[in-house]
């Protein structure tokens, strides 16, 4: 007796087929629809599970692979969503947390999730490669993104961008599959190095106000969604905190102190060793963009 169980409606995508129904044009126009709202809310989704990963890295490959899949197939008036079905919330939706002020695990940045990413996303270039894509180009946006130093000109907003070695912005960029670019006066370590490269070809953004660009290059259907991710999380990354309440902060100190060997916390634990430390790996990381 072979009964199986119907796939959940997770996954449910009917394929489609020729249809004589006169209302079949406007039902592909709201599907299409449909499924550009239904992707956002899942890039959505994604960047609130960043902090739980280490602990639902199943859930995370998931929700990744329905990523992939919903931005891969055709607009389809079959397509299945599954809040709409349910009508109810998704659990990751009411699981998440801001970054700014509450207490954040930043191994939910780590390089596992680069690793699931890699694994189940196609690259930019490779979207026109992907079976069943149809006539969706690929667009190139950048945004840019204007840090407040005139209202906080002593607040260290490009170390906090960076993070220690530059991970934290490395993997902001793994995350939302971005570039990201820190530009303008400060951007430069060095100022001494920055005035002599201030007028020089490539260096004119040294003449301007500091602030950030996010490059984005996806299919026309996702390029904003995944725009709009990365500026979210940068926007809260660039609101400064009071230092008592900056969980951001600790916990990039606390990686610095992994990384350099000198963490001391009175339960030691094998995981915190920085030979076996998750932030001892960039494997899959773009380097973080300063300076030109």
Known sequence: MDERSPPPLFFQYSPSGV???????????????DRERYLAELLAERQKLAPFMQVLPF???????EILRASSLPPNPNFVE??????????????????????????GWS????EYLGALQPS???WNGVPGVVGSPVVKKVVRIDVPVDKYPNYNFVGRLLGPRG??????????????????????????????????????HLNDPLHVLVEAEFPTNIVDARLNQAV???EDLLKPVDESMDYYKKQQLRELAILNGTLREKSPSPLLNPSVSPFNSTTGMKRAKTGR
């Not at 249809?19 to 709201?30: D, R």
């Not at 859930?59 to 692979?65: E, K, V, Y």
């Not at 960029?173 to 070809?201: F, H």
């Open 232 to 234: 979210a999380i940068l």
């Open 124 to 126: 930019p270039t490779g």
């Open 19 to 33: 249809h004589s129904s006169p209302q079949h044009h406007n039902s592909m126009a709201s599907s299409s629809s």
């Open 59 to 65: 859930c995370n490959r998931l929700l990744n692979q």
């Open 82 to 107: 599954p809040e709409r079905n349910h009508g109810s919330p998704s659990p990751l939706r009411l699981a998440g947390h801001p970054v700014n002020g509450q207490p954040m695990e930043l191994e």
């Open 167 to 204: 991970n934290s912005l490395k993997r902001v960029e793994a995350t939302t599959q971005c570039r990201v670019y820190i530009r303008g006066r400060g951007s430069v370590k060095d100022s001494v190095k920055e005035d002599k490269l201030r007028d020089k070809p490539g260096y004119e």
């Open 111 to 114: 390089g596992m999730q680069t």
